[in-house]
């Protein structure tokens, strides 16, 4: 991994690559930017943008007039994009020497754009570095492999393993169930290993090839960077192998949702110790007011985790995703587990993020709240011992709608994020969910066409 732009141009001649796929992460987590002949990038060392891609929709559109031009400079300017030389990764797909660079986005004046999701996550790990602290995580990527279908109108269906069958029930840490995709999965590892990504274990999950890739844990900007080239690397993997790989939350009725787990810690900066625990192993109060803040402040961000209408479809009754902010060690039921671990180990699992969420944006809301408990000392409510699903004295908002306004409405977030941000991020989501109620269902077509 490269640490300037001297090592960087190094490295790229080393590798001899002769494309860069120049990259930003737009507010949906979409990969968006520029491929540029090396020799051109040397030269320039950067790129520019219009900075209206940032408030793109998943469709391609944009918000509303009166919103883009007020949070928009209305001739549609530039914004200046510079490479971060520790953010260089290979693309073992492409078939000449390609790398990615990705990108942090600047107005010409230098200052950071307000509406990049990566700038937003460096103003939170900011934050803790201003008090001495230091974010650990470790994310837990889940998504499912599908048949290739060219319809969308029609229900994805369950790939053909090795054994030339498709896989029936649930096979929840089924060894053979994940051997069946073995030679997409050596393929992954392989080209994963190439991009230095900190990949740990892969999982089968609940449902039918359903699938869980664990990073280690370690810095939260650097794991932001390997979730995003991870997802691409993954459906490219898929493809290869004449299946589809995908991150919706909800893909496919009446099986499990896909989550994106995001565990999480603090060290202090001088000590390299875990802030969490006491010197006698205990828990420590900034651990408990980063649990408080956890459980207060989810609920006001949850567009950040749950992003889409079909975010929202994980949180339907039934489901094994735990539909609160309720906290318990070693319980899964709950939306934010504490794990089992030693002192110096010490982590809150926040399982309520999908893995639809833009990594970066999921990261940094999921550490503001923790922040934000830590720095006004708020305490968390009793620890759940047993059986939470049905808990609902701290229930989340159940629809994007009514989600989008929580957000919306909370000074303390915006206080923290901008209101450019919040404005922005809220205004595209609106225009996505618009957008979707234009679309007449399979579902309304089942059972009112000839009905009512």
């Not at 900075?51 to 928009?72: F, N, P, R």
């Not at 699992?349 to 006004?376: F, H, Q, T, W």
Request: glycine share 6%.
């Amino acid at each position: 991994m490269t640490t300037t732009l001297d090592q960087l141009t190094s490295w790229l001649k080393e590798h001899k690559i002769t494309e860069v796929e120049c990259l930003i992460s737009d507010l949906t987590g979409i990969a968006r930017g520029k491929i540029s002949p090396t020799n051109k990038f040397l030269d320039e060392k950067g790129m520019r943008l219009p900075e209206s891609v940032l408030l793109q929709t998943v469709t391609g559109d944009y918000v509303e007039d009166d919103i883009y031009y007020d949070l928009l400079d209305p001739a549609d300017i530039d914004m200046f994009c510079r490479p971060d030389a520790s953010a260089i990764f290979l693309v073992p797909w492409a078939i000449e020497p390609t790398a990615m660079v990705i990108h942090d986005t600047f107005d010409k004046m230098g200052n950071p754009i307000e509406l990049s999701p990566r700038n937003i996550l460096k103003k939170v790990l900011k934050m803790y570095a201003d008090h001495g602290w230091r974010p650990i995580v470790a994310p837990e990527m889940e998504f499912y492999l599908t048949k290739r279908c060219e319809d969308p109108d029609l229900p994805l269906q369950v790939p053909l393993g090795r054994s030339g069958r498709p896989e029936t029930g649930r096979q929840s840490f089924s060894i053979d169930a994940a051997n069946e995709f073995d030679p997409l999965f050596e393929d992954m590892y392989d080209w994963c290993e190439m991009q230095e990504l900190d990949l740990d274990t892969l999982i089968h999950e609940e449902g039918p090839a359903q699938m869980e890739i664990n990073f280690r844990h370690g810095d939260a900007l650097h794991l932001a960077d390997q979730i995003t080239v991870f997802k691409r690397t993954m459906r490219e993997a898929a493809l290869k192998h004449n299946v589809a790989a995908t991150f919706m939350a909800k893909p496919i009725t009446d099986e499990p949702g896909s989550a994106m787990h995001l565990h999480q810690s603090v060290v202090d900066i001088d000590t390299g110790k875990n802030i969490f625990s006491n010197e006698d192993g205990s828990m420590s109060e900034l651990f408990l007011h980063h649990v408080g803040g956890l459980q207060k402040f989810i609920p006001e961000v949850l567009p950040l985790f749950a992003p889409n209408v079909n975010s929202f479809r994980r949180f339907l009754p039934d489901t094994s995703a735990p539909v609160n902010v309720e906290w318990g060690e070693e319980n899964r039921t709950v939306g934010l587990r504490v794990p089992d671990a030693a002192p110096q180990n010490r982590r809150v699992e926040n399982r309520l993020a999908g893995a639809d969420a833009n990594p970066y944006l999921a990261i940094a809301a999921s550490l503001l709240c923790g922040y934000i408990g830590m720095v006004e000392g708020i305490r968390p409510s009793a620890q759940v011992r047993g059986r939470g699903y049905e808990r609902r004295n701290l229930r989340l908002p159940l629809t994007i709608q009514a989600a989008l306004e929580r957000l919306e409405n909370c000074k303390a977030i915006e206080k923290y994020l901008g209101e450019k941000f919040i404005r922005g991020y809220v205004a595209v989501k609106r225009a996505e969910h618009e957008n979707y109620n234009r679309v007449i269902s399979s579902w309304e077509r089942e059972f009112l066409l000839f009905s009512v």
